[in-house]
T-cell receptor, first 117, second 117 residues
Framework: GAGVSQSPRYKVAKRGQDVALRCDPI?????LFWYQQALGQGPEFLTY????????KSGLPSDRFFAERPEGSVSTLKIQRTQQEDSAVYLC???????????????FGAGSRLTVL | AQKVTQAQTEISVVEKEDVTLDCVYE???????LFWYKQPPSGELVFLIR??????QNEISGRYSWNFQKSTSSFNFTITASQVVDSAVYFC??????????????FGTGTQLKVEL
């Protein structure tokens, strides 16, 4: 597609429920990233995929968070047993991944806003 | 550890005024990249500029200009003759190369710019 598409745009979950957030990156983009943005804060890195391989998951806050990209395109971020502190906007970004490491320009989606009651 | 500081939480200006958004960063890397992104109310982060650590020339793009000073670890952003459409949150980010050729962005907390008529 023309841009990075995320769904759902808004999700309200009761504490303890599982949620799944979807990201459809720009076609042909090798690299895919998930970021978490709390209210009034900058985005914080969660995890990174190169094609289907998850190369860095150092930012995932707990083992309740799980991300996958099984065919190297669409990615899903799953949060199990949601807690109130999980409330945030979850941003997905993709890049061609061909530039020198560190130089890649990330294209972001509009995000999925998760509210946990 | 990498760190980006945007000390200005919120700035309000009247249309046509010039405004400068400050960004100070910390890194131990000798090669790094700096970015500015704009986040309008729609939520999508929009790429504005990328600058590598070896290029200290100032850059101008229309009403936007950037001043990179390695000696003070600053990468400031100036909007000349501001317009209402410039109202958004602006993020400065520092890139760190990670495994596999990707890059992890460390964002500042953002500066909310409000341009009023």
């Amino acid at each position: 597609g023309a841009g990075v598409s995320q769904s759902p745009r808004y999700k309200v979950a009761k504490r303890g429920q599982d949620v799944a957030l979807r990201c459809d990156p720009i076609s042909g983009h090798v690299s895919l990233f998930w970021y978490q943005q709390a209210l009034g804060q900058g985005p914080e890195f969660l995890t990174y995929f190169q094609n289907e391989a998850q190369l860095d998951k150092s930012g995932l806050p707990s083992d309740r968070f799980f991300a996958e990209r099984p065919e190297g395109s669409v990615s899903t971020l799953k949060i199990q047993r949601t807690q109130q502190e999980d409330s945030a906007v979850y941003l997905c970004a993709s890049s061609l991944g061909l530039s020198r490491a560190g130089a890649n320009v990330l294209t972001f989606g509009a995000g999925s806003r998760l509210t946990v009651l | 550890a990498q760190k980006v500081t945007q000390a200005q939480t919120e700035i309000s200006v009247v249309e046509k005024e010039d405004v400068t958004l400050d960004c100070v960063y910390e890194t131990r890397d000798t090669t790094y990249y700096l970015f500015w992104y704009k986040q309008p109310p729609s939520g999508e982060l929009v790429f504005l500029i990328r600058r590598n650590s070896f290029d200290e020339q100032n850059e101008i793009s229309g009403r936007y200009s950037w001043n990179f000073q390695k000696s003070t670890s600053s990468f400031n952003f100036t909007i000349t003759a501001s317009q209402v459409v410039d109202s958004a949150v602006y993020f400065c980010a520092l890139s760190e190369a990670i495994t596999g050729g990707g890059n992890k962005l460390t964002f500042g907390t953002g500066t909310q710019l409000k341009v009023e008529l």
